[in-house]
């Protein structure tokens, strides 16, 4: 019996990084705190260099943090189709997309950079 698929939920993730063409450009955009910066940097450095056994190169920064800030879901077939890569590949590139995923989920918390996804409830007075 095959493993079933693994989902993970990345849609905070992709709204939060959206925006941004590069992870250069988020890391030069001001408006963004030195503190959640600083996270960023390492979260992407450190899930690039992974060991995952076998193969030690790093992933790409730039692929990272495009997958993220365009898939809301984090699928091994979603990677697979939009990059192209072998299926060994994708489950490397998914496994690390979830740990930084995770990672930038914690820090958006942390330093509270979650309040722009808020949603209020309308204020329609004529339908009370």
């Known amino acids: 019996m095959a ?12 709204n939060y990084l959206c925006d941004y063409l590069t992870f ?4 030069e955009d001001e408006s963004n705190p030195q503190s959640m910066r600083n996270a960023m940097n390492d979260i992407f450095n450190g ?5 995952y056994g076998g193969n030690t190169r790093p992933l790409s920064v730039s692929k990272i943090f495009t997958l993220l800030s365009a898939m809301p879901k984090i699928t091994v077939n979603a ?6 890569q072998s299926e060994r590949h994708s489950q490397r590139l998914a496994q690390a997309l979830r740990v930084a995923s995770t990672a930038i989920q914690n820090a958006m918390i942390k330093n509270n950079a979650t309040s722009m ?3 209020s409830e309308p204020d329609y007075p004529h339908l009370n």
């Open 47 to 51: 899930v690039s260099r992974l060991d």
């Open 3 to 14: 493993r079933p698929i693994t989902i993970h939920d990345n849609q905070s993730v992709q």
């Open 24 to 27: 250069n450009r988020y890391m």
């Open 79 to 84: 990677i697979q189709e939009a990059t192209g």
């Open 117 to 119: 996804f808020e949603k």
